[in-house]
């Protein structure tokens, strides 16, 4: 009986861990494939911003977005935008060294994904002033990114597509 109940623990832990793992589709893309919706709500929201790349993202659930990179003087911004123009996040990124990521950013990425090996971690400032860290780790073979507040709670986690990365 004790050994049925921790059979049954187990699982819906890792029902738990999968389903709040997404497994977005990355596709990059030229501007020139992006709505004009999109192409607009991004100089809309970054007067004289000179956009650089655009991805198309996919969730597991069938929501669409664009990820769109763009540089205003020496800044680096990121925005995601829905096909109708509606910007979901805007903000720049700038990576930093582990060492300068507080540990219970660190923890928390580690606790949502047990044997993660952290590779790299951006500090990413949106437009009105909030801070977020965006971790990219490695677990057996496979790439993690997540995005999580100064305090440890966990915004997002992205299994990413290592098929189409072809530098692994």
């Known amino acids: ?64 977005f664009y990820e769109i990179e763009g540089k205003l003087g020496r800044e680096v911004y990121e925005l995601k935008i829905k096909p109708e123009g509606k910007v979901l ?11 300068k990521v507080p540990e219970r950013v660190i923890a928390a990425a580690k606790r949502r994904v047990k044997g993660i090996r952290v590779i790299e971690a951006e500090k990413i400032t949106k437009m009105n002033g909030e801070i977020l860290y965006e971790i990219e780790g490695r677990v057996k073979g496979q790439t993690y990114e997540l995005l999580i507040t100064p305090k440890g709670k966990i915004i997002e986690t992205d299994l990413e597509d290592d098929f189409d990365d072809e530098n692994d």
């Open 89 to 99: 996040f805007a903000g720049h990124e700038k990576e930093i060294r582990l060492y």
């Open 1 to 64: 009986m004790r050994l049925f109940r921790q059979i049954v623990i187990l699982f819906l832990v890792t029902c738990t861990i999968i389903l709040n793992v997404s497994l977005a589709k990355e596709k990059e893309m030229p501007l020139s494939g992006v709505p004009q919706e999109v192409i607009d709500a991004a100089k809309e929201e970054i007067p004289g911003i000179k956009l650089i790349e655009a991805e198309m993202v996919t969730t597991d659930d069938g929501r669409t």
